[in-house]
């Protein structure tokens, strides 16, 4: 939401939820074939796991609070434990993440700070350095 004091929100600069469900439908053409995060998907359809990245991604950076408001507080890491996050399902996720944000040539600078944020969360998921 726009605020007088401090202008247009990060997610209202990037284009809003429209840009949000794209980073997230091109991030899961990825994950869809990739033999390692695929299985930590249990539903069969990844519509579901989508509408909630979109939802957290979103109001993570200044959209509507949906997702806390059907899901309660994002406890990323408590969410993520019962998956195995080693080194290589992080840099698979990036790896989806980065062709994802490619896709969407927003300017530099919100590129770099989208980029940053999604970096930092996928280092902070990995739970465990075993195979």
Same mark, same amino acid.
């Given at each position: 939401?726009?605020? *007088? *004091?401090?202008?247009?929100?990060?997610?209202?600069?990037?284009?809003?939820?429209?840009? $949000?469900?794209?980073?997230? *439908?091109?991030?899961?053409?990825?994950? =869809?074939? @990739?033999?390692?995060?695929?299985?930590?998907?249990?539903?069969?359809? #990844?519509?579901?796991? =989508?509408?909630?990245?979109?939802?957290?991604?979103?109001?993570?950076?200044?959209?509507?609070?949906?997702?806390?408001?059907?899901?309660?507080?994002?406890?990323?890491? #408590?969410?993520?434990?019962? $998956?195995?996050?080693?080194? @290589?399902?992080? @840099?698979?996720? #990036?790896?989806?993440?980065?062709?994802?944000?490619?896709?969407?040539? #927003?300017?530099?600078?919100?590129?770099?700070?989208?980029? @940053?944020?999604?970096?930092? *969360? =996928?280092?902070?998921?990995?739970?465990?350095?075993?195979?």
């Amino acid at each position: 939401m726009t605020d *007088a *004091a401090f202008g247009p929100s990060f997610y209202e600069t990037v284009g809003g939820r429209a840009t $949000f469900e794209r980073l997230v *439908a091109e991030f899961y053409r990825g994950v =869809a074939d @990739d033999p390692v995060l695929r299985p930590m998907y249990p539903e069969e359809d #990844l519509g579901p796991a =989508a509408e909630r990245l979109t939802g957290f991604l979103e109001q993570y950076w200044g959209g509507p609070g949906t997702y806390s408001e059907q899901r309660g507080h994002p406890r990323l890491r #408590l969410r993520h434990q019962p $998956f195995k996050v080693n080194p @290589d399902a992080r @840099d698979r996720w #990036l790896a989806h993440m980065r062709r994802a944000l490619d896709s969407l040539e #927003l300017p530099p600078l919100a590129e770099e700070t989208l980029w @940053d944020y999604l970096q930092r *969360a =996928a280092f902070a998921m990995v739970n465990t350095f075993e195979d």
